[in-house]
């Protein structure tokens, strides 16, 4: 076979160094005709650097598209720019809510936000944990899993900053933002109480959670200011045991005239159930619940909900979480703050129109 003469060798242009491999701080620190050092500095922001290096530093970041490698710049001891956030579960609307606050205010400070759930399980959210810790966040933002068995303490997370919110935890040195879950219950529950009823049925989920339980003391408290019997129902998980609950109670010989639920996922079962046993709302039987929904304002009529502060919740819960980040340091006493709820889409007792207070 013939040798081939250069001259008919197919010729090709020179590929650039971001083509051959991923680019490095070397081939940035070349292209900036700087060292790797100060290519750190101006990205790390440490030290301050001349306007015209920092500038060069950015341009050739810029052509390489170099991404730094952000769990070696935490294993040589600076910054992440990453938070974890582990929430029970996505699928109940306020948690999600709340999960995109945090991931919101985050991004207003240059962070990614690892998310994860604990399906409510306090040896998997330790688990979950320790995995993030292990990857290096700069911080954590946690919902706890169950009242009484999380296991999330200061000695867990180390020097690690932890901020957490809508439940309380044992430890007290972790800063902790919950909303006014008392209050918000007893102040709806005087509702229907002013508008003459008397028998105000309690459809909880879980009265373990912290939630459930404040709120199951505001709805105790009003009715023993109006000298009412209460009348509380645990255990609105499931369609069937709602449905078998609901019925025993309506058909008893003192049916309520009203129903408060516990929360949205409580909700998302009683209302269901009532259409089920044909009852008609507000006409035979008034109702409320804590948690508002998407939804909530489009039924006919507007239900009356208390709605949790979740946007503002999480945002007052990211900026504790950074405001230790910054510190550098850990208190021995964490901070203790409640966002205040309110009512909305309030529809009268006995008609369809509804009304706001």
């Known amino acids: 076979m013939p040798e081939t003469s250069d001259a008919s060798r197919p010729k090709h242009k ?41 500038q060069r530093v950015l341009t050739a970041v810029s052509q390489l598209q170099y991404r730094p490698n952000e769990l070696a710049r935490a294993f040589r001891g600076q910054r992440s720019r990453t938070i974890g956030l582990i929430i029970p ?15 919101t205010v985050a991004k207003e400070r240059g962070y990614s936000v690892l998310i994860t759930t604990s399906n409510e399980n306090p040896d998997t959210e330790f688990d979950e944990m320790e995995s993030m810790i292990q990857r290096h966040v700069d911080g954590l933002v946690a919902i706890p899993a169950r009242d009484r068995e999380s ?14 919110f809508d439940r309380l935890v044992a430890d007290t040195s972790l800063d902790v933002v919950t909303v006014q879950n008392t209050r918000g219950a007893k102040l709806m529950v005087e509702h229907p109480i002013g508008d003459g009823h008397q028998r105000i049925a309690f459809m909880g989920l879980n009265r373990n959670l912290f939630t459930i339980h404040a709120r199951i003391l505001g709805y105790r408290k009003a009715l023993q200011e109006a000298g009412l019997e209460e009348d509380a129902f645990f255990g609105c998980d499931t369609q069937d045991g709602t449905l078998r609950a609901m019925e025993q109670k309506l058909r008893s010989t003192n049916p309520p005239n009203a129903v408060f639920t516990s929360n949205t996922l409580a909700t998302r079962y009683v209302l269901p159930v009532l259409g089920t046993l044909g009852v008609r709302l507000p006409t035979d039987l008034a109702f409320a619940c804590f948690d508002d929904f998407d939804m909530a304002e489009l039924t006919s009529p507007s239900l009356t909900v208390v709605r949790q502060p979740a946007q503002e919740m999480g945002r007052v819960v990211t900026n504790l979480l950074f405001d230790r980040i910054a510190r550098e340091k850990s208190r021995k ?14 529809a009268p007792a006995a008609a369809s129109t509804a009304r706001r207070w």
């Open 333 to 346: 006493l964490g901070t203790r703050s409640s966002c205040p709820s309110r009512s909305c889409c309030a």
């Open 151 to 164: 296991r999330l303490t200061r000695a867990l997370f180390g020097k690690t900053p932890v901020a957490i």
């Open 14 to 54: 020179p590929l650039s160094p971001a083509i051959h491999h991923k680019p490095t701080m070397s081939d940035v620190a070349r292209l900036a005709r700087v060292g790797t050092t100060t290519v750190s500095r101006v990205l790390g922001g440490s030290v301050p650097v001349s306007a015209e290096t920092a």
């Open 89 to 103: 579960y996505l699928y109940d609307p306020f948690f999600a809510n709340c999960a995109h606050a945090v991931t």
